[in-house]
Nanobody
Framework: QVQLVESGGGLVQPGGSLRLSCAAS????????TGWYRQAPGKERELVAR???????YYADSVKGRFTISRDNAKKTVNLQMNSLKLEDTAVYYC???????????WGQGTQVTVSS
């Protein structure tokens, strides 16, 4: 049973920072693609940042220069450092991953990020 568990969400003022973490467990090998998505109330889930095979990163235009995705294959963790947070970053953030040798994509349960003054 593969599980992804996010942590690190919370309430922060505009301009503040948060670091989200996602820990993978189960019978898994190395990460293939890992990503962070978010879903705000009344909106569709959107891709925020992703690391693909070869450690190629992608960022949504709305977070470029403010968010940084990283991962540690040995620890099976994926992180999202979020700086200069804006009101519009408020959403539930989800971790997503697939693994070498496993054809499935997995989702975490989500962690709430609220940016408010």
């Amino acid at each position: 049973q593969v599980q992804l568990v996010e942590s690190g969400g919370g309430l922060v003022q505009p301009g503040g920072s948060l670091r989200l973490s996602c820990a993978a467990s189960g019978t898994i090998f190395s990460f293939r693609t890992t990503g962070w998505y978010r879903q705000a109330p009344g909106k569709e889930r959107e891709l925020v940042a992703r690391i693909s095979t070869g450690e190629i990163t992608y960022y949504a235009d709305s977070v470029k220069g403010r968010f940084t995705i990283s991962r540690d294959n040995a620890k099976k963790t994926v992180n999202l450092q979020m700086n200069s947070l804006k009101l519009e970053d408020t959403a539930v953030y989800y971790c997503n991953a697939d693994f070498i040798g496993n054809g499935n994509y997995y989702w975490g349960q989500g962690t709430q990020v609220t940016v408010s003054s």
